[in-house]
């Protein structure tokens, strides 16, 4: 890499970190310090301001990054996850958007513990969205590590760590100082800037094919060493049963998980009413519909232009294959084009890092706080004192995430976000969908679906060929692998809507009848919301 494309690159860097820094400063001298301010920003984003807030926080790392570069690795059963990302928001939008937002006030657990025994729930509820978020975190630092390798030469590990402890450093200040409106603005800032990236290059993909997909998908499969089977179902997916079952295991995780995503569902706290919720999805919907549209021509253009090989010589999970795409577009290396395009296209990968990994990590320190802490301390805990924990919680996650990170650096960003996924939809969702719509439900059938959910899924990914067992794997030295799918979502999610039905069935008593009616009323009409 030129040193014109490194100084540009960085120079767009900092001047978009100085943006955010200064809008951190701005959010941070107009809070007066209570909770409804730190977790929901007082409520007063308005559905269009909110909706593209919400596309900010979904179209992570993995969609700008991975999802290309899937599709440029392997073709048509790459472009299964930019489907998947997508159906995902049918869900949301016609399940859980109104009645999360009349039900709850900050996060999950409030949802749940309307009808239920809080303690119990705000901890199994707590625990489980906390371990998402840390999930989801450790895919947007293997993006930016690997987005900084490839702008400084390729293989310097150093720039990789010290990437991903600067990115942890940078989410802790904007968490810590701004919380939602600060996340919330970095997040429409960062969401139009990636809009505006992904048009230029859906653009001049389809330029340098004279707007002919057909000839941009023959070019592709072409260059890509493997022939039109680049463009038919199989080849990543369909070697063989186990295989085959992980593309099911994938599509589920992929299109139930969206709905158990915590900094999505907090989302929803962040406008003044249920209506307005339920207009943001609409907006957002549009926003991420045509984004991901878009990722299918940039994959494919990824590998009719650069071609198959050379991405995976840059990066073996195709991680780079958008910054690649741009290089080439704008004149190759070397051309002032070329460089402005790449360095352009570095920065919004970046901002896009630094947006969501914002939003992620407000959502697991609020869980901490406003879940675990409180619900230990319920009697005692003061708001301010809950927003005082979130801060400190901020930094313990950022931790977390920073040392995973350093350990999954050579994953594909999107396959580690599908993990993610398989572990929101196996906990929080059926415990989600349950607690709205069973007037059955009791306080152990909650218990028991988080935690049936939770602990297979994280058991499946820790006995799976993604920690051992493998030459990709997180460990490639040692072997201890059991299940055979990469992805858990096949077996853990029918175990978490199983142990919660088992849990309500073997519970000691019945269930709260006027709890039940009462939140039910809340949530089909908004009486009584926060």
């Given at each position: 890499?030129?040193?014109?494309?490194?100084?540009?690159?960085?120079?767009?860097?900092?001047?978009?970190?100085?943006?955010?820094?200064?809008?951190?400063?701005?959010?941070?001298?107009?809070?007066?310090?209570?909770?409804?301010?730190?977790?929901?920003?007082?409520?007063?984003?308005?559905?269009?301001?909110?909706?593209?807030?919400?596309?900010?926080?979904?179209?992570?790392?993995?969609?700008?990054?991975?999802?290309?570069?899937?599709?440029?690795?392997?073709?048509?059963?790459?472009?299964?996850?930019?489907?998947?990302?997508?159906?995902?928001?049918?869900?949301?939008?016609?399940?859980?958007?109104?009645?999360?937002?009349?039900?709850?006030?900050?996060?999950?657990?409030?949802?749940?513990?309307?009808?239920?025994?809080?303690?119990?729930?705000?901890?199994?509820?707590?625990?489980?969205?906390?371990?998402?978020?840390?999930?989801?975190?450790?895919?947007?630092?293997?993006?930016?590590?690997?987005?900084?390798?490839l702008l400084l030469g390729g293989d310097s590990e150093a720039a990789r760590s010290w990437t991903v402890i600067g990115v942890g450093a940078l989410m802790v200040i904007y968490?810590?100082?701004?919380?939602m409106r600060a996340t919330t603005w970095i997040q429409i800032v960062k969401a139009v800037l990636l809009m505006a990236g992904t048009v230029a290059l859906t653009v001049l993909?389809?330029?340098?094919?004279?707007?002919?997909?057909?000839?941009?998908?023959?070019?592709?499969?072409?260059?890509?060493?493997?022939?039109?089977?680049?463009?038919?179902?199989?080849?990543?997916?369909?070697?063989?049963?186990?295989?085959?079952?992980?593309?099911?295991?994938?599509?589920?995780?992929?299109?139930?998980?969206?709905?158990?995503?915590?900094?999505?569902?907090?989302?929803?706290?962040?406008?003044?009413?249920?209506?307005?919720?339920?207009?943001?999805?609409?907006?957002?919907?549009?926003?991420?519909?045509?984004?991901?549209?878009?990722?299918?021509?940039?994959?494919?253009?990824?590998?009719?232009?650069?071609?198959?090989?050379?991405?995976?010589?840059?990066?073996?999970?195709?991680?780079?294959?958008?910054?690649?795409?741009?290089?080439?577009?704008?004149?190759?290396?070397?051309?002032?084009?070329?460089?402005?395009?790449?360095?352009?296209?570095?920065?919004?990968?970046?901002?896009?890092?630094?947006?969501?990994?914002?939003?992620?990590?407000?959502?697991?320190?609020?869980?901490?706080?406003?879940?675990?802490?409180?619900?230990?301390?319920?009697?005692?805990?003061?708001?301010?004192?809950?927003?005082?924990?979130?801060?400190?919680?901020?930094?313990?996650?950022?931790?977390?995430?920073?040392?995973?990170?350093?350990?999954?650096?050579?994953?594909?960003?999107?396959?580690?976000?599908?993990?993610?996924?398989?572990?929101?939809?196996?906990?929080?969702?059926?415990?989600?969908?349950?607690?709205?719509?069973?007037?059955?439900?009791?306080?152990?059938?909650?218990?028991?679906?988080?935690?049936?959910?939770?602990?297979?899924?994280?058991?499946?990914?820790?006995?799976?060929?993604?920690?051992?067992?493998?030459?990709?794997?997180?460990?490639?030295?040692?072997?201890?692998?059991?299940?055979?799918?990469?992805?858990?979502?096949?077996?853990?999610?029918?175990?978490?809507?199983?142990?919660?039905?088992?849990?309500?069935?073997?519970?000691?008593?019945?269930?709260?009848?006027?709890?039940?009616?009462?939140?039910?009323?809340?949530?089909l009409t908004g009486a009584g919301a926060a």
């Amino acid at each position: 890499m030129t040193t014109q494309h490194q100084t540009l690159a960085l120079l767009l860097f900092c001047a978009f970190v100085a943006v955010t820094l200064a809008i951190t400063t701005w959010a941070g001298r107009n809070r007066h310090g209570s909770a409804e301010e730190f977790y929901a920003g007082g409520r007063l984003f308005s559905p269009m301001e909110n909706g593209f807030a919400i596309a900010g926080d979904y179209m992570s790392a993995a969609s700008f990054l991975g999802i290309s570069g899937l599709i440029a690795l392997y073709g048509y059963d790459g472009m299964l996850y930019s489907v998947g990302f997508l159906v995902a928001w049918l869900v949301v939008l016609l399940l859980v958007a109104e009645l999360v937002r009349n039900c709850g006030r900050f996060t999950l657990a409030d949802v749940i513990a309307a009808r239920m025994s809080e303690r119990p729930v705000r901890i199994a509820a707590g625990t489980s969205s906390v371990t998402v978020s840390v999930l989801y975190l450790v895919a947007q630092m293997v993006g930016a590590g690997s987005l900084v390798a490839l702008l400084l030469g390729g293989d310097s590990e150093a720039a990789r760590s010290w990437t991903v402890i600067g990115v942890g450093a940078l989410m802790v200040i904007y968490v810590s100082l701004g919380g939602m409106r600060a996340t919330t603005w970095i997040q429409i800032v960062k969401a139009v800037l990636l809009m505006a990236g992904t048009v230029a290059l859906t653009v001049l993909v389809l330029v340098r094919f004279h707007g002919d997909f057909n000839q941009l998908l023959l070019s592709a499969a072409e260059r890509s060493g493997h022939g039109t089977d680049f463009l038919a179902p199989g080849l990543r997916y369909g070697g063989d049963w186990t295989a085959r079952f992980d593309f099911i295991s994938l599509g589920l995780a992929l299109v139930l998980g969206t709905a158990g995503l915590p900094h999505i569902l907090s989302r929803f706290y962040t406008v003044p009413t249920a209506r307005a919720a339920r207009r943001s999805v609409v907006w957002s919907v549009g926003l991420i519909g045509s984004f991901y549209l878009m990722t299918i021509v940039l994959g494919f253009g990824a590998a009719a232009v650069v071609g198959s090989d050379e991405v995976r010589a840059s990066n073996a999970a195709g991680n780079t294959a958008v910054p690649l795409l741009a290089l080439d577009l704008g004149g190759g290396a070397g051309s002032t084009g070329g460089t402005v395009l790449f360095a352009v296209v570095a920065a919004v990968a970046f901002a896009t890092i630094l947006a969501v990994v914002a939003g992620i990590t407000l959502a697991s320190s609020a869980s901490v706080a406003h879940d675990l802490y409180a619900s230990l301390r319920r009697r005692h805990a003061r708001q301010h004192g809950e927003v005082a924990v979130a801060r400190v919680a901020a930094a313990g996650v950022g931790a977390v995430a920073i040392g995973l990170g350093l350990l999954a650096r050579d994953l594909n960003v999107a396959f580690l976000v599908g993990l993610a996924f398989a572990v929101a939809a196996s906990a929080n969702l059926p415990v989600l969908l349950y607690s709205l719509f069973w007037r059955k439900f009791t306080t152990r059938g909650a218990v028991w679906s988080v935690y049936g959910g939770l602990v297979p899924a994280v058991l499946l990914v820790l006995l799976s060929p993604v920690v051992s067992g493998s030459p990709e794997a997180l460990f490639p030295g040692v072997d201890f692998q059991i299940f055979p799918l990469q992805n858990p979502g096949l077996v853990s999610i029918p175990l978490g809507f199983l142990a919660g039905w088992a849990g309500t069935a073997l519970s000691p008593g019945p269930p709260d009848e006027a709890r039940h009616a009462e939140a039910e009323v809340r949530s089909l009409t908004g009486a009584g919301a926060a």
